[in-house]
């Protein structure tokens, strides 16, 4: 195991009629507040009113930032820095799923500074101060609510970057599992794919002796797989929703479940080129990415996919070597991703090899990437040509 230090600040209300919470919390960190959200479903679901109420019984003035896209782009929180500064803004409540709360972090953090906040997505700056923010999550997948990272889109340069600074915790994070009932079954399924994938880019470790560690990832993932098709079936249970909600909070905030562990992540960096041109939901691009990245890295230690494989999917080691029973493991993921509907392949989005050379070449902009086993350009084009 390697050394090891772990802070995260941010306090988590959990349960039904957390919102109840809001007031109490939003008068902690300021007086004026920007209230972001995305494009309408916290109005159809009526969450809106509940926060206007809350917000009121604060006694905080309120500035709104709606339409924040799905893969929030850089123009919005462009759009958002000016209007923090020109409305003195002192607060940022984030209401929505991943983007908008990817969005919040990134205006917080952008408001203090006199340069482009693109400059801190393409490491020429460094974070220094930020405005305090405040999230109440709709949609189990990211672990925004709960982490110090935001992934922003620029557009019209089709690039697609993430980054992270202790400044971007979250204050406070309300997560209430009937907020996630109305959350579309396409939506469910990329969450829960989303989920597994942020586990999955840690437990694919090179780090030896961390015991702990992988059977905190392996209950992550046993209690997602126990869960994703009750809440796919009956959208309302609560059960379901709330397991689906509180696995995806720890399963990627600040790396608790893996202290001490090399992270991989490279399927995380394949996968936002992929959406950076195309636009498509980031779970729905994991899915189509992490059976191939297995596949293309089992070699490097097939005792963890064997393990995996055992103690996931309850394959039963039964005479087989070690690389059949990761290759069985590897099976029963790509075969749980199509049961629940996930895309397996790019040409299910009509994604061809026009551009899998340009988003190769991008992946490695910074260097190679991931740790199980480093990737290079030609990994990544050969990863892509997998998914096609
Ligand atoms: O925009 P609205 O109208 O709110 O609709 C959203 C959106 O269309 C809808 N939705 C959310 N909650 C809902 C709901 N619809 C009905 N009822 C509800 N309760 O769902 C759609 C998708 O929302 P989005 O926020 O885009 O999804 P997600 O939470 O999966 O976030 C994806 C973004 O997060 C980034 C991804 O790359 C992507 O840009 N990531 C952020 C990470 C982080 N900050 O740590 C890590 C992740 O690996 C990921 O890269
Ligand atoms: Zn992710």
């Given at each position: 195991m390697n050394s090891f230090s772990f802070h995260n600040p941010t306090k988590i209300c959990f349960g039904e009629g957390a919102v109840e919470q809001l007031a109490s919390e939003v008068k902690r960190y300021g007086s004026n507040v920007l209230l972001v959200y995305g494009g309408g479903s916290i109005k159809r679901t009526g969450l809106y009113d509940r926060v206007l109420q809350q917000l009121n019984a604060a006694e905080v003035r309120v500035v709104q930032l709606g339409g924040i896209e799905p893969n929030p782009r850089l123009s919005s929180v462009q759009k958002g820095i000016e209007l923090c500064r020109t409305e003195g803004i002192d607060f940022i409540l984030a209401v929505g799923g991943g983007s908008v709360i990817d969005a919040a972090k990134a205006i917080a953090v952008g408001v203090p500074y006199e340069g482009d906040v693109w400059d801190f997505l393409v490491h020429k700056a460094t974070i220094r101060e930020s405005l305090p923010i405040g999230t109440i999550l709709t949609l189990s997948a990211t672990g925004s609510e709960m982490n110090g990272s935001s992934v922003i889109s620029h557009w019209e340069e089709k690039q697609k970057r993430g980054f992270t600074s202790s400044y971007m915790y979250p204050?406070?994070?309300?997560?209430?599992?009937?907020?996630?009932?109305?959350?579309?079954?396409?939506?469910?399924?990329?969450?829960?794919?989303?989920?597994?994938?942020?586990?999955?880019?840690?437990?694919?470790?090179?780090?030896?002796?961390?015991?702990?560690?992988?059977?905190?990832?392996?209950?992550?993932?046993?209690?997602?797989?126990?869960?994703?098709?009750?809440?796919?079936?009956?959208?309302?249970?609560?059960?379901?929703?709330?397991?689906?909600?509180?696995?995806?909070?720890?399963?990627?905030?600040?790396?608790?479940?893996?202290?001490?562990?090399?992270?991989?992540?490279?399927?995380?960096?394949?996968?936002?080129?992929?959406?950076?041109?195309?636009?498509?939901?980031?779970?729905?691009?994991?899915?189509?990415?992490?059976?191939?990245?297995?596949?293309?890295?089992?070699?490097?230690?097939?005792?963890?996919?064997?393990?995996?494989?055992?103690?996931?999917?309850?394959?039963?080691?039964?005479?087989?070597?070690?690389?059949?029973?990761?290759?069985?493991?590897?099976?029963?993921?790509?075969?749980?991703?199509?049961?629940?509907?996930?895309?397996?392949?790019?040409?299910?989005?009509?994604?061809?090899?026009?551009?899998?050379?340009?988003?190769?070449?991008?992946?490695?902009?910074?260097?190679?990437?991931?740790?199980?086993?480093?990737?290079?350009?030609?990994?990544?084009?050969?990863?892509?040509?997998?998914?096609?």
């Open positions: 204050r406070f994070s309300i997560l209430d599992p009937t907020l996630t009932f109305s959350v579309p079954r396409d939506q469910t399924v990329n969450g829960i794919v989303d989920i597994m994938s942020h586990v999955f880019e840690q437990y694919f470790s090179l780090t030896k002796d961390t015991p702990l560690q992988e059977r905190l990832c392996e209950s992550i993932l046993l209690t997602v797989i126990e869960n994703a098709e009750r809440a796919l079936d009956k959208p309302d249970d609560y059960t379901a929703r709330a397991n689906l909600m509180w696995c995806g909070t720890l399963a990627l905030n600040g790396g608790l479940i893996s202290l001490g562990m090399d992270n991989d992540w490279s399927s995380h960096g394949i996968e936002h080129e992929i959406s950076a041109i195309y636009d498509i939901p980031h779970g729905a691009g994991l899915s189509i990415v992490f059976p191939n990245w297995m596949k293309y890295v089992m070699n490097e230690r097939p005792d963890r996919f064997a393990q995996y494989a055992n103690r996931v999917w309850g394959i039963e080691r039964n005479g087989k070597t070690e690389t059949e029973l990761a290759l069985a493991g590897i099976e029963a993921t790509r075969d749980f991703f199509t049961r629940i509907g996930a895309p397996s392949t790019l040409a299910d989005f009509g994604i061809g090899t026009e551009q899998l050379d340009r988003m190769a070449y991008e992946a490695v902009r910074f260097g190679s990437i991931g740790s199980f086993k480093k990737l290079d350009q030609a990994d990544v084009r050969a990863i892509l040509q997998h998914c096609l």
